[in-house]
């Protein structure tokens, strides 16, 4: 698994290993051991949210006031999304800043967002 830290600090891309052959394909889309290696700590599910989308709706901006703040790890499971990061952390050198990435079940990308930052997509397909 691959992986990169982007502009905002702490929201890291994760690129898993896709392994394809003539049934379909294998993916990790999520894996311990790289996590801890990308962010320094081991993440913790205490809740596990599937969302299903129509082309073109576009669901957040999403956020939880710290502390507590709310974590979160975004996959997609099936279809395209542009997934954005919008740091919402008034303190923040980054503050009003956001960044995007596109997930989809070709690359099978993952997105880490770390607590105090806003939350949004757009479902592509």
Request: hydrophobic share 40%; glycine share 8%; proline share 6%.
């Amino acid at each position: 698994m691959q992986f990169r830290e982007l502009a905002i600090p702490g929201v890291i891309e994760f690129t898993p290993r896709v392994f394809p052959d003539a049934r379909g394909q294998f993916v990790a889309p999520f894996h311990q051991g790289a996590f801890l290696d990308a962010t320094g700590h081991r993440l913790h599910v205490a809740q596990s949210n599937h969302s299903i989308s129509r082309r073109g709706v576009i669901r957040g901006v999403h956020f939880s006031d710290m502390p507590p703040g709310q974590a979160k790890y975004v996959h997609c499971s099936h279809g395209a999304l542009l997934d954005v990061a919008i740091d919402v952390r008034v303190d923040s050198p980054t503050f009003g800043r956001w960044e995007s990435v596109l997930l989809d079940t070709e690359t099978s990308r993952a997105v880490y967002l770390p607590e105090g930052l806003g939350h949004a997509f757009i479902a592509l397909a």
